[in-house]
């Protein structure tokens, strides 16, 4: 049984749902509060995941950022300092998150993905992209084909969710453990393989 620890970082526009998914993840779809307070800095939720047909499970450490483009400034200096923290570690793991009924958050993406490429140096997140607010099915503004290309392009894994209606909520949680877990295992092989005799 192994026991893992990653810091992920969940970002992403403001009013996409953040703080709605990182809530739903962390209460395992029990807690959708109706009203939410604007994030105005960092906020850290834990979530523990079992990895299915194993006995490891890995501890998730989700940041919640500031999505308004007036604090994502002012938070920069504070979030840069977490995610180089030694007490924290390194980030691990990406959440980017767009609404569904907006085409600009989902056009933004490209633009968080150069703030986390910035402040990770440039070395590759394993994470995921994640289209909210399936719900508003009506107003629908980005298509799946092209959040799922635009995704593969970034070497994310695509998963679309309703917080709201508690849709698909684990999926992008339980697929950035599995990441995770499949590069400690990879990692753990390749030392094994240097390994003498």
Known sequence: ?????????????????????????????????????????VDLMMKCVQIPETSDSVELYIVDSAGKQTLVEACEKMLLHLLTSLSWGEVSLLCLVFDLSSEQSFAN???????VRAHCRGRHLPGVLVGNKTD???????????????????????????????????????????????????????IQNLSPG
């Not at 993406?109 to 703030?115: L, P, V």
């Open 109 to 115: 993406c490209s633009h968080w993905m150069e703030r």
């Open 1 to 41: 049984m192994v026991k893992l620890r990653a810091k992920c970082l969940l970002v992403g526009d403001a009013a996409v749902g953040k703080s709605a998914l990182s809530h739903m993840f962390h209460s395992d779809g029990t807690l959708f509060q109706k009203n939410y307070s604007m994030t105005t800095g």
């Open 136 to 190: 508003l099915s009506t107003r629908r503004e980005v298509q799946a084909s092209v959040a799922q290309e635009w995704a593969e392009s970034q070497g994310l894994e695509y998963h679309e969710t309703s917080a709201k209606e508690k849709e698909n909520c684990d999926a992008p949680i339980l697929a950035l453990a599995t990441a995770f877990h499949s590069l400690y295992q990879e990692h753990r092989e390749t």
